[in-house]
């Protein structure tokens, strides 16, 4: 629901952005080229914006897959962090699909200002697509430095190790003190 009121928001603040040719679901979002929506001709934020549903429908294959790896292992903290992704990318979708449909619309009546609109709405939903993309492998891939609870290690100690263990060090020589002179001479 937040992403959501991201896009709405980020709509509703006027910021008129869309992208270039939409990119591979390779593409990092970084090397995505900004332009205006007025900038892009008609014809052509018709062919992107179907472009970019079918970049997020293959994105939301790919989650899916993550979300079952992390079902097979068992590994709910994996689920619930790919699960997470796979809503909101869900959710972008719907966004996008219903923005696609109103583009049309508003292109078939000539409106600018709506088709500029449902465009950057779907624009911006792809690039957050591919964020949320990359934000899922890292579920699956960040969770091979956490250690069960119950794991056990044992550790083999090779014999032939120059001075034993450096984590016990010998203890220090004993200090003798001689004791002050009985008399004194002066």
Same mark, same amino acid.
């Given at each position: 629901?937040?992403?959501?009121?991201?896009?709405?928001?980020?709509?509703?603040?006027?910021?008129?952005?869309?992208?270039?040719?939409?990119?591979?679901?390779?593409? #990092?979002?970084?090397?995505?080229?900004?332009?205006?929506?007025?900038?892009?001709?008609?014809?052509?934020?018709? $062919?992107?914006?179907?472009?970019?549903?079918?970049?997020?429908?293959?994105?939301?294959?790919?989650?899916?897959?993550?979300?079952?790896?992390?079902? &097979?292992? *068992?590994?709910?903290?994996?689920?619930?962090?790919?699960? $997470?992704?796979?809503?909101?990318?869900?959710?972008?979708?719907?966004? @996008?699909?219903?923005?696609?449909?109103?583009?049309?619309?508003?292109?078939?009546? &000539?409106?600018?200002?709506?088709? $500029?609109?449902?465009?950057?709405?779907?624009?911006?939903?792809?690039? *957050?697509?591919?964020?949320?993309? @990359?934000?899922?492998?890292?579920?699956?891939?960040?969770?091979?430095?956490?250690?069960? $609870?119950?794991?056990?290690?044992?550790?083999?100690?090779?014999?032939?190790?120059?001075?034993?263990?450096?984590? &016990? #060090?010998?203890?220090?020589?004993?200090?003798?003190?001689?004791?002050?002179?009985? @008399?004194?001479?002066?």
């Amino acid at each position: 629901m937040r992403t959501v009121g991201m896009v709405a928001a980020i709509v509703a603040t006027g910021v008129a952005v869309a992208q270039g040719p939409v990119p591979s679901p390779r593409t #990092p979002p970084a090397a995505v080229a900004l332009e205006k929506a007025s900038e892009v001709p008609d014809s052509q934020k018709l $062919e992107r914006s179907t472009q970019a549903l079918s970049v997020m429908r293959d994105v939301l294959r790919q989650v899916i897959g993550k979300v079952e790896e992390a079902r &097979r292992t *068992k590994d709910v903290v994996k689920l619930n962090c790919a699960n $997470e992704k796979l809503t909101q990318i869900k959710g972008l979708l719907r966004i @996008s699909e219903q923005a696609d449909v109103s583009l049309q619309e508003s292109l078939t009546r &000539r409106e600018v200002s709506t088709s $500029e609109h449902e465009y950057t709405k779907v624009m911006i939903a792809r690039q *957050k697509v591919g964020q949320l993309r @990359s934000e899922a492998e890292e579920c699956i891939g960040q969770l091979a430095f956490r250690t069960d $609870e119950n794991l056990f290690v044992e550790v083999e100690e090779p014999e032939n190790l120059p001075g034993g263990d450096p984590t &016990r #060090p010998p203890p220090p020589d004993d200090i003798f003190v001689r004791p002050p002179p009985a @008399s004194p001479i002066n």
